[in-house]
């Protein structure tokens, strides 16, 4: 498994990153056993980054996670969850909201420290919260050794990318803006490559958009990007392929063209560990990748905060 520094000082983390909101059965239930097997299968291939959240299925998933990484070295995994996000529409950047989050979740994973600890979807709390409490108990909690490392995370690159270097965190995690449908984080990381930052690029699959069965009720895209959408799966269907598996591909083999560090994918099933390890390195075909592209045109970088759709959890 390929790895990057976060830094210039470490630590090393997988290229492919196991993402923990599904543990939490945001799309589907998922056992213990489940969570067992996947996050182990992870562990033995190489994937080191794994990112949770109090959010995820409402501390669900890290209360999962704890469970199948016991037994695990320490050194062995680096580990992501999240501050200020508790709900739908519930955030909370406060000192003494992030100090209680961040206590929860030690005990809910069982371990003494994070190794980054991220401000989450931060465009829905209040800004003047995240720059005089949430960030700044963060830059403690690093200087106490508690935490390794700051991040934000979030959907607005113009903010995520003003806040980030204004308060020179460590990462950024934005989510469904490097994808087959949407690419404008590739500009933004690579300006945040350039201030030392590194960047995250989560769900590749836009959150169920890019997959031959669709998005979920609640995803916030626009009918025309899901209309989109469904014509690219029927376009790689007819090419005998699998729109997911092109759309991992496309975002696995041009991360580092763009200056992404990790790509988080969900993985609630072994299974899905192998599928995203063989699109690391499964060539893309032209012909397939030209259809999907194609089929998608229309709606290439056109984003719910662009086009809004009916959906979303966060009032949009």
Known sequence: MQQNSLGGDGPLVSTLALGGASLGGVYQDVSQGEADEVVAAALQAGVNLIDVAPYYGLTRAETALGVALRGAARNDYVLMTKVGRYGDRDWDFSRDATLRSLDASLARLGVDHIDVLQCHDIEHGDRRQLLDEALPTLRTLKSEGVIGRIGVTGYDLSLLEDVAVEQQVDTVMAYCTYTLQDRRLAETARRLNAAGISVFNASPLGMGLLTAKGPPDWHPAHPAVRQAAAEAA??????????????????????????VASTVVGMSKASNLTRNIEAMTAPLDPAILAAVEAALASVRDIGWDVLPGDGGKAGR
């Open 234 to 259: 029927k376009a790689c269907a007819a090419l005998g392929a699998d729109l997911s598996v092109v759309a991992l591909q496309f975002a696995f083999q041009t991360a580092a063209r763009i200056g």
